[in-house]
């Protein structure tokens, strides 16, 4: 078994700042990359940021010189620090990873936390 636990959410008002984490745990044998996601009500579940195990990161447009992820690969945790929110940032916010559990033969992506709720309102 494997849990992705996210913490961090909450309200924040506009031009303010939250700090997300999600730690992995379980019958983990190696993580090779960890991501966020998010999904607002009525749309599509989209990627914020993602990481490699070699500190590798890639971010959407809307996210870039805002948003940082960063990882720790002794804790299987990821972070992500989110400055200068706005409305358009509330969604709920889903830990990824794509990690290979102890006695697998590859490597899957589909290992999600279950959600932290992020809203920037006034």
């Known amino acids: 078994q494997v849990q992705l636990v996210e913490s961090g959410g909450g309200l924040v008002q506009p031009g303010g700042s939250l700090r997300l984490s999600c730690a992995a745990s379980?019958?983990?044998?190696?993580?090779?990359?960890m991501g966020w996601y998010r999904q607002a009500p009525g749309k599509q579940r989209e990627l914020v940021a993602a990481i490699t195990s070699g500190g590798i990161s890639n971010y959407a447009d809307s996210m870039k010189g805002r948003f940082t992820i960063s990882r720790d690969n002794a804790k299987n945790t990821v972070y992500l620090q989110m400055n200068s929110l706005k409305p358009e940032d509330t969604a709920v916010y889903y830990c990824?990873?794509?990690?290979?559990?102890?006695?697998?033969?590859?490597?899957?992506?589909?290992?999600w936390g279950q959600g932290t709720q992020v809203t920037v309102s006034s």
């Open positions: 990824n990873a794509d990690l290979r559990i102890r006695g697998g033969l590859r490597y899957s992506d589909d290992y």
């Open positions: 379980g019958n983990i044998f190696s993580i090779a990359a």
